[in-house]
């Protein structure tokens, strides 16, 4: 079974600290994805990577940084975290195929507080 | 622009199947149909996907209409575990081809 994991289920900090969001995959994937959920917006795409050292915006990208240094390894950076930034975060993982085998796994979310 | 069209909420008696519907009018050639849940507070669960044909796996059963501008996910013998969002995406395969999770289904699984 494929496997992600994520640092924290519950997170709490305060407005102007820098936040590393952490996630880990088992399953050898090329891509990783950080999502935010939030209610009636559903979910939103912040950053993914296709590679390591490689890093694409999505559609949220504005407060955040990522970093992926190993295959395995996606890291979401919140440099200022501010009250906004209060969310669900999930990471995801996938191959890459222009096939239809692309399917995203989830790991099971960080609910960051920001107070 | 939303691709899918999905009735808000839905509910479906222990052991019965559970059909839910999907609008996908717009659908082009070589867009995939994904089907995935989320149970409360965790995060979405990849159910199925499937391009022209029917699609069986171990989960559920994902009905393509021959025209493709609907489908339907068959949970064949729903659980009170099956209470979940269930969302319907449309998509292009490929990296740079994002997941576009709407607002879902919420079926609720009755006793």
């Known amino acids: 079974d494929v496997k992600v994991t994520q640092s924290s289920r519950y997170l709490v900090k305060r407005t102007g600290e820098k936040v590393f969001l952490e996630c880990v995959q088992d399953?050898?994937?090329?891509?990783m994805f950080w999502y935010r959920q939030d209610p009636g917006l559903g979910l939103r795409l912040i950053y993914f990577?296709?590679?390591?050292?490689?890093?694409e915006k999505g559609d949220i990208p504005e407060g955040y940084s990522v970093s992926r240094e190993k295959k395995e390894r996606f890291s979401l950076i919140l440099e200022s975290a501010s009250t906004n930034q209060t969310s669900m975060y999930l990471c995801?993982?996938?191959?890459?195929?222009?096939?239809?085998?692309?399917?995203?796994?989830f790991g099971p979310g960080t609910r960051l507080t920001v107070t | 622009d939303a691709k899918t069209t999905q009735p808000p909420s839905m509910d479906c008696a222990e052991g019965r199947a559970a059909n839910l519907p999907c609008n996908h009018s717009?659908?082009?050639?070589?867009?995939?149909v994904y089907w995935y849940r989320q149970i409360h507070s965790q995060g979405p669960q990849y159910i199925i996907h499937?391009?022209?044909n029917n699609e069986t796996n171990e989960m559920a059963s994902l009905i393509i209409t021959e025209d493709r501008k609907s489908s339907t996910l068959i949970l064949p013998h729903a659980t009170l575990r099956d209470t979940a969002v269930y969302y319907c995406?449309?998509?292009?395969?490929?990296?740079?081809?994002?997941?576009?999770f709407g607002t879902g289904t919420s079926l609720t699984v009755i006793p």
């Open positions: 995801a993982s996938s191959f890459s195929s222009a096939s239809g085998l692309d399917e995203q796994y």
């Open positions: 399953m050898d994937h090329e891509n």
């Open positions: 990577s296709y590679d390591v050292k490689m890093k």
């Open positions: 717009t659908i082009s050639g070589n867009e995939y």
């Open positions: 499937g391009l022209k």
């Open positions: 995406i449309v998509r292009v395969a490929g990296t740079g081809n994002q997941f576009y």
